[in-house]
Each structure stands twice: as C-alpha cells, then as structure tokens.
C-alpha cells in the first residue's frame, strides 16, 4: 500500500504546480502540459521526500502522489535521480535569486547583513516542506548529493562576496574578507536552519534572524585595515 505525503508544498515559492490539467478544447498544448506535468511531479517529489525520506523511493510512490502515469514521468525525467537533481537546482537557483536581490549596497551595514539573513532563513520558512526535503533529507543521497551541496553552497558565498565587494568600493572603512569566510557563514546559517527544520514540528526560523544577525556583524566588524595591516 502506498502513503501518500501527508504535508502539501506552498504554492508559487519554490513551485507552482497545478491541481488539474485541463482537456478537452482547453486542453495545453503539448509543451505547456510537459510543463506542468513537471512541475507537478517536482513538487509531489519534494512532499514525498519530505515526509518519509529519499531512501526506498520508488517511481510508483512519485507518480501516484502526483497523480500522474508512468509514462508522464519518465517523460519529463531519466530516472528518479535526474528528478532529484532537477528539484534541488530549482530550490537553489531560488535561494540565490533571493539573496542576491536582497543584499543592496546602499544599505547601511547592519540593515545590509539583516537583509541578507532574512531573504535566506525567509524564503526556507516560506515553504518548510520543500526546505526540509532540500536541506536534510536529501543528505542521504550519498557523493553526488553532497557535491551539488558544496556547489551550491559555494554560489551562495559567491553571491555574498560580489556583493560585499561594492560595499568595500562605496566604503572603504570595510576591509576585504575571504571568500571561506563567507563560505564558513553560510556553512554556519544552513546548519541553525537545519536543526530547526529537523527538531521542530512548526519551526520558526525567523527567530533565528537577529542572533544569526548579530553573530555575523560581531565577526566581520574586525576587517578594518591600517597602513595595510588589520587592527583588532
């Protein structure tokens, strides 16, 4: 017998699936129903996954759940593995069009690493469902999965670099900061959010905003250089 997921995703944050196709004369045209037939079985890999596991899911638990046939998802995926893939790509590319956008250099300092904070921690609780099923279940997809972590991670840091190098141009007050700096803080932000999501029933992960925030200042406000040399 085959448990469905018992948690839906939220729609329009991660993915937008729809609840029927329409047939007949409104019927979808050939690529708009590859689409959406797509989308359906991303998210319904994201509620499955997220309720019981990656490991031991089948092709037939995925389908049924999204109400799709076979046929449909070997369609739209190789295997369940380029599913997953294609699932974990789309939550990144989120996460990072979110942070990118939120970290504006006009901000003053404190306002710029709050901003960054909350469009991270923000967008993971605007849909729980999908964020446990990326952040923590998708751990057990052995090497592959924790490489496609690290690159993701890594876009991240890359993001959070650029953009801290306008600050420096806007003030030079700022000093430069390694990029395994902001590796190491995003390392450090992923694992606060990991343990709510894991731990708690209803994780509030916007509390973790200002003592994540104030961590982040405390540790980069000694990069001010003097003559070259840093100053404690």
Request: proline share 4%.
């Amino acid at each position: 017998m085959i448990r469905l997921a018992r948690q839906a995703i939220k729609r329009g944050v991660f993915f937008s699936p729809r609840d029927e196709l329409p047939r007949g004369r409104h019927a979808l045209n050939r690529d708009d129903a590859f689409e959406a037939q797509r989308e359906r079985l991303l998210s319904a890999f994201c509620e499955v996954v997220a309720d019981q596991g990656l490991i031991g899911l089948t092709v037939t638990e995925l389908v049924a759940h999204a109400g799709v046939s076979r046929t449909a998802f070997y369609d739209c995926f190789d295997d369940l593995e380029t599913c997953s893939d294609s699932a974990y790509e789309r939550f990144i590319s989120v996460l990072v069009e979110r942070l990118f956008y939120a970290l504006d250099a006009d901000l003053e300092w404190e306002d710029y690493v709050e901003a960054g904070v909350r469009a991270y921690l923000g967008t993971l609780q605007s849909d729980p469902v999908v964020s446990r099923a990326m952040q923590i279940e998708m751990d057990a997809a052995g090497k592959t999965a924790r490489a496609r972590r690290r690159l993701a991670l890594n876009q991240m840091a890359d993001v959070i670099g650029s953009r801290y190098e306008v600050l420096m141009r806007e003030d030079p007050s700022f000093g430069p900061v390694p990029l395994e700096a902001h590796l190491a803080l995003i390392y450090g932000m992923r694992q606060l959010a990991c343990d709510a999501l894991d731990t708690e029933e209803e994780p509030d992960l916007l509390k973790l905003v200002e003592p994540t925030k104030r961590w982040i200042l405390a540790t980069v406000r000694g990069a001010p250089l003097v003559d070259g040399l840093e100053v404690d």
